[in-house]
């Protein structure tokens, strides 16, 4: 990505594009620019090996599952978990109102953390993002710092501890979801504040966003990072001095605490990236229902990537019809897509009002976990393979064991490897990861003029079929011959 475009495309607009690069010679003065460099302590090489992630999406959004009364509101609102946003022809008449009373009739029966967490361990996930607070300001703890909160509910408990200490249980990192802005507080500002009323109030609005960080940190000591939303709004973009600060603050009170590059800009209102490239947190957050086009683009940053099951909503929507949802297999190829290039996949769960998971998101992680299961090894601590892509499926290598898992099986069965004909290591023995049969593996130079690669092909056996994807575990090692010698047997 060229750092100049980036530079233009990030200052004052909404979220800059992942994957920028770093330094370079004409860097501009810059104040409030990152506070950490690649970290490499013990929780930065937990999330390198997170691999796979559960995203949580859960608060009184999911009471109305994006529709009222049977009226749809997919036109009317951005996503589900957006619907106190809805306006429009379809919008019920005093529909905010409405939406503001509904955590009074929050009270979700099913809801069971130690339930969703053991799913999450049988799926396989390795840290999960929890909402405690989305845009509309209900927080799911019993915060000191705003009455609109779980506690005002019926809900006779605090479910931020509840998903802690469920999920620690089960040996899952948490992370905590948390919105900055605020649809309905009445300190919130949008613009950059002007008037002294309004410096005055954001200024307030700021104070309630550090007490309710800080308070976020001291009730749930267990809790590894944040993951911070809602962060693009020109007054929280105008507060780069503010938010320095506070991210500095959030180290010093919690070492070791991992932060996305969500949280904050640097003055010239460069966001995830400062005005020189520069990573402004711990890892890319900006691979949202996207995906990096390769791994050199990232320039060794660590990153994870968040993804709805439907095209977009990513709290409870009753309604699946006319969308595509992501299946099992979707995932897997998504999760496998991430590992290839170093990053963690995590898919979203929106479970309803009651606290049930839908049938789709049951399944799912059943299949998705069964997979994993099997294959584990090659998902995590695997990690990207220094080699060429494979149009076949994707790479991940964890010391001398090679993984493919293969998703684009070739008709003839041979599953050709590209390997610079300088190599030291090269495929030497395959096998199936799914049950250990022995493959055979061939050297095959095929010559191209200028090609700096030579072949290995791995024969797959036309008598296994499995309808999913499946991993060929490889032993690198020496080559016993190489592209030269091949030239000289066949001149
Ligand atoms: C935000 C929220 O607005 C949304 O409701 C959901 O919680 C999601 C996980 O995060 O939405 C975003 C934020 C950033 C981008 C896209 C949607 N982005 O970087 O492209």
């Known amino acids: ?62 009471l109305a599952g994006n529709e009222w009364d ?17 306006t429009g022809p379809t919008a019920p008449a005093g529909w ?74 089960e040996g899952i990192d948490v992370f905590l979801y948390f919105s900055v802005l605020e649809w309905d507080n009445p300190d919130y500002v949008v613009g950059v504040p002007g008037t002294p009323e309004e410096v005055a109030r954001f200024d307030r609005f700021l104070a309630y966003t550090r007490n309710q960080l800080l308070e976020l940190l001291d009730r ?76 050199e683009a990232l320039n060794g940053n660590d990153w994870d990537c968040v993804m709805s099951l439907p095209p977009n909503g990513w709290g409870y929507l009753r309604d699946w019809s006319g969308l595509y949802a992501k299946t099992s297999d979707d995932v897997i190829e998504l999760l496998m897509r991430c590992r290839s290039m170093d990053g963690n996949f995590v898919v979203n769960f ?16 059943r299949e998705v976990g069964a997979w994993v299961r099997a294959n584990a090894e090659a998902v ?15 790479l991940t290598q964890n010391g001398d064991i090679l993984y493919l898992a293969l998703f684009n099986r070739p008709v003839n069965n041979v599953a050709r490897l590209a390997v610079p004909k300088d190599a030291t290591q090269v495929p030497v023995r395959a096998s199936l990861l799914t049950n250990g049969q022995i493959l055979e593996v061939r050297h095959a130079d095929i010559g191209f003029d200028l090609d700096p690669h030579t072949y290995y092909d791995v024969i797959l056996p036309s008598g296994f079929s499995t309808d999913r994807a499946f991993v060929v575990r490889m032993d690198l090692g020496t080559p016993t011959t190489t592209a030269e010698e091949l ?4 001149m």
């Not at 997170?50 to 009184?60: A, D, E, S, T």
């Not at 929106?350 to 992680?365: I, K, Q, T, V, Y």
Request: aromatic share 12%.
């Open 1 to 62: 990505m060229a750092p100049l475009s980036n530079f233009t495309r990030a200052v004052g607009s909404g979220e800059a594009s992942p994957g920028s690069s770093g330094p370079r010679a004409d860097d501009l003065p810059i104040r409030f620019g990152p506070l950490v460099s690649r970290r490499d302590d013990a929780a930065m090489r937990a999330f390198r090996e997170y691999g796979l992630g559960q995203f949580l999406h859960f608060g009184v959004y999911s």
């Open 70 to 86: 049977g009226v749809s509101a997919r036109t009317g609102a951005p996503a589900s978990e957006w619907i106190r946003a809805w």
């Open 96 to 169: 905010k109102d409405t939406y503001d009373n509904l955590y009074r009739q929050f009270n979700p029966a099913n809801f069971d953390a130690v339930r969703w967490a053991r799913q999450a361990k049988d799926m396989g996930a390795r840290y999960v993002i929890f909402t405690t607070k989305h845009h509309d300001g209900f927080a799911l703890w019993p915060t000191a710092f705003s009455d609109y909160n779980i506690s005002r509910s019926p809900y006779p408990g605090d479910m931020v501890r509840e998903i802690v200490d469920a999920y620690t249980a």
């Open 220 to 295: 749930y000591p267990e809790a590894k990072g944040f993951w911070m939303d809602g962060t693009w709004d020109p007054s929280w973009v105008a507060s780069h001095e503010f938010t320095h600060r506070l991210e500095r603050e959030l180290r010093e009170r919690r070492p070791g605490l991992v932060i996305g590059s969500r949280l904050r800009n640097d003055e010239h209102g460069a966001r995830h990236f400062d005005s020189n490239g520069r990573l402004l947190g711990d890892y890319e957050q900006g691979w949202e229902r996207k995906l990096p086009d390769s791994y």
């Open 350 to 365: 929106g479970p309803d009002g009651s606290g049930a998971m839908r049938p789709e998101e049951d399944r799912l992680a």
């Open 380 to 394: 995590y601590p695997a990690r990207h393979a220094d080699l060429p892509t494979s149009k076949l499926g994707y």
């Open 487 to 490: 030239m000289v047997a066949k």
